[in-house]
T-cell receptor, first 113, second 115 residues
Framework: AQSVSQHNHHVILSEAASLELGCNYSYGGTVNLFWYVQYPGQHLQLLLKYFSGDPLVKGIKGFEAEFIKSKFSFNLRKPSVQWSDTAEYFCAVNAGGYQKVTFGTGTKLQVIP | DTGVSQDPRHKITKRGQNVTFRCDPISEHNRLYWYRQTLGQGPEFLTYFQNEAQLEKSRLLSDRFSAERPKGSFSTLEIQRTEQGDSAMYLC?????????????FGNGTRLTVT
């Protein structure tokens, strides 16, 4: 069965600091990988996704993620965070041909001005 | 794109009562998903439909939960004989099943409180 681990539950950063949130999944075959973000009071929305091609994918608001197949990882990065990035971030996996999308437990990011 | 809409936004009910939630997906999306989210956790898969067919149901889902999507458009999720442990945010999402890697589009959710 597919599963997702997010090891950072709560991250606090100052504005302009660099961000990296870890995500590891367990599934040996073809996967589709996603990062979703939930801003306070809003619904979950897609930040970026990977399903094939260049393992470095770029999303909205300057976020990017790198798919490293050998490490079963899909870490999220941003070179310089802003206060408006304060939100909860969820990594998700959808194993190829298996339609359920499984989410991690999420990482709460707090950016201090 | 009018987005995924869910109704009601909030529901407070007494233990033992039945509740029903509705989800209207994005019109051209043929896949519809129900998730449950509790505080400090990620969305937990409940069930999903492709058109009107319910293709998977979580083993964690008790027989008190049932979902329908009768005409392949809107969906309802019913919880019978609610328990306090059912208190959670119930999320609906839809996607285009024919496109690989098609992301889920979420609604704002229905927050259920069982007293």
């Amino acid at each position: 069965a597919q599963s997702v681990s997010q090891h950072n539950h709560h991250v606090i950063l100052s504005e302009a600091a660099s961000l990296e949130l870890g995500c590891n999944y367990s599934y040996g075959g073809t996967v589709n990988l996603f990062w979703y973000v939930q801003y306070p009071g809003q619904h979950l929305q897609l930040l970026l996704k990977y399903f094939s091609g260049d393992p470095l994918v770029k999303g909205i608001k300057g976020f990017e993620a790198e798919f490293i197949k050998s490490k079963f990882s899909f870490n999220l990065r941003k070179p310089s965070v802003q206060w408006s990035d304060t939100a909860e971030y969820f990594c998700a996996v959808n194993a190829g041909g298996y339609q359920k999308v499984t989410f991690g437990t999420g990482t709460k990011l707090q950016v201090i001005p | 794109d009018t987005g995924v809409s869910q109704d009601p936004r909030h529901k407070i009910t007494k233990r033992g009562q039945n509740v029903t939630f509705r989800c209207d997906p994005i019109s051209e999306h043929n896949r519809l998903y129900w998730y449950r989210q509790t505080l400090g956790q990620g969305p937990e898969f409940l069930t999903y439909f492709q058109n009107e067919a319910q293709l998977e149901k979580s083993r964690l889902l008790s027989d008190r939960f049932s979902a329908e999507r009768p005409k392949g458009s809107f969906s309802t999720l019913e919880i019978q004989r609610t328990e306090q442990g059912d208190s959670a945010m119930y999320l609906c999402a839809s996607s285009l099943g024919s496109v690989r890697g098609s992301p889920l589009h979420f609604g704002n959710g229905t927050r259920l409180t069982v007293t």
